[in-house]
């Protein structure tokens, strides 16, 4: 996600290394760079232009602390810019109907309904809401079916009609049976087509001035670029909706879509799609996307996901484990089956500062726990458990079991025994005070 745009604005900020103070002559070529990075990106020659004019104005006769140097103050002007292009602030889904009725709009194929069952999902475990997803494409049998699959894979209610071809009368029953149900949330997915047309736009208007929703949310593909603001613009005059959710981030998007969209239909963006998965999306925070855009990471947002699946109890259970020396393999597979429900690899380890663009071209295999998983359910219970007894008969047979080599399982094994005693180091507040004394005389690290 907004790779090569990362790239070049990083770039850019070189031209202004070794430089002792931000002038209009040395701060002219940077600004031309980011704005061609821009325009490279898919990013509207207008909002790009006077995005980078407020940039260079900003930039122009700062005074450089000594502590930082043209560069660093640069990429902090420009971070402070690209969060205010992207809208400042995050802007949170309205919830206060009874019940709220959510109007899902957009093209087809911009991933309409799978965000309805994501956004769904997101509001049943996150808000304690309970929701109703409700099929008014009454031109795709292919769109009610997918809407009642996720429906069931999440566990919420899905009202349709397939007799009926009215999509005002759908909505209109489903809003009444969600009254009577208990339903407080109700998230209406409506046809799409392949282009705007008449039909489509005067179909959507008809819904919402039937049922007069809380929130009317437009879809939009974000690979789409430049296309996908135009389309805004044109739902937008028709439906003045409230909020913006750009799909499909974890592609391979310019970033265009992102950053020109506010500017142009002046609605903020509320969530990004960032995979297939149900959980796969989050609340758009425009700094932190800053961030992720100049290089920084999203540090924020990889603590919010691990919060999400810290237990306290479960966590007081482990810590005297590892103070009894007992952490088990059980204890091991546990802690990455809540890595994996964090989501991608590949983008947690992006949050973190530095090491996304360390990642550039590197492939990280989502699979890459099978292997580890699949020699730990080889083992016994006995074996998890006393990992001690793992004798070389007994790694034999688990490598055949798992389907991976000897060398595989003594390794995986290895490395579990030095996390056994870091950990049990780490728990020893005595051992850890020595280790810290040990460090104090290692070559330069007294000064620190």
Request: hydrophobic fraction near 40%; include cysteine.
């Amino acid at each position: 996600m907004f790779d090569n745009l990362s790239d070049k604005l990083e770039r850019a900020f070189k031209l202004l290394k070794g430089q002792g103070k931000i002038t209009e002559v040395n701060v002219s070529d940077t600004v031309k760079e980011i704005r061609k990075a821009l325009l490279d990106a898919d990013v509207n020659y207008k909002v790009a232009k006077q995005f980078t004019d407020t940039v260079k104005e900003k930039a122009i006769g700062q005074n450089v602390l000594s502590s930082i140097s043209p560069g660093q103050l640069m990429i902090k002007i420009t971070q402070e810019e690209l969060t205010n292009l992207m809208g400042g602030v995050t802007e949170e889904i309205k919830l206060g109907g009874n019940p709220t009725v959510i109007l899902m709009s957009g093209l087809q194929g911009s991933g309409k309904t799978t965000f309805s069952g994501k956004l769904a999902n997101h509001l049943k475990n996150k808000r304690g809401k309970k929701p109703l997803l409700v099929a008014c494409d009454i031109y795709r049998p292919a769109a009610i079916d997918q809407l009642h699959v996720l429906g069931e894979q999440i566990g919420v209610d899905v009202f349709s009609d397939r007799e009926n071809k009215d999509a005002v009368s759908i909505a209109q029953k489903a809003i009444k049976q969600a009254k009577e149900n208990g339903n407080s949330v109700v998230i209406i997915d409506t046809a799409g087509r392949l282009a705007i047309d008449e039909q489509m736009m005067n179909e959507i208007a008809a819904v919402k001035q039937a049922v007069n929703p809380d929130e009317i949310l437009f879809v939009v593909d974000s690979m789409t670029g430049q296309d996908a603001v135009n389309t805004a613009k044109a739902f937008n005059d028709r439906l003045d909706f409230s909020g913006v959710v750009l799909t499909k981030l974890d592609g391979d998007t310019r970033g265009g879509a992102a950053l020109s969209i506010k500017s142009i239909v002046n609605k903020p963006i509320k969530f990004i799609g960032t995979g297939e998965k149900m959980d796969a999306m989050d609340v758009f925070h425009p700094n932190r996307m800053a961030d992720r855009i100049l290089g920084m990471g999203d540090v924020i947002t990889l603590v919010e996901r691990a919060q999400e699946q810290y237990n306290e109890e479960e966590a007081r259970k482990l810590q005297k484990k590892i103070a009894k020396n007992q952490f088990s393999f059980n204890d091991f597979l546990a802690q990455l089956q809540q890595i994996k429900k964090m989501g991608n690899v590949k983008d947690l380890m992006g949050m973190i500062p530095g090491v996304g663009k360390a990642l550039k071209g590197v492939d990280v295999d989502e699979n890459a726990f099978k292997g580890i998983e699949a020699i730990i359910y080889s083992m016994t219970p006995q074996e998890r458990e006393t990992p001690e007894i793992l004798n070389g008969k007994r790694r034999e047979r688990i490598a055949k079991g798992s389907g991976t080599s000897i060398q595989e399982v003594n390794k995986l094994i290895k490395q579990f025994e030095d996390t056994r005693k870091m950990m049990r180091m780490m728990g020893d507040k005595k051992q850890m005070a020595k280790m810290m004394s040990q460090m104090k005389n290692m070559p330069g690290m007294g000064r620190m």
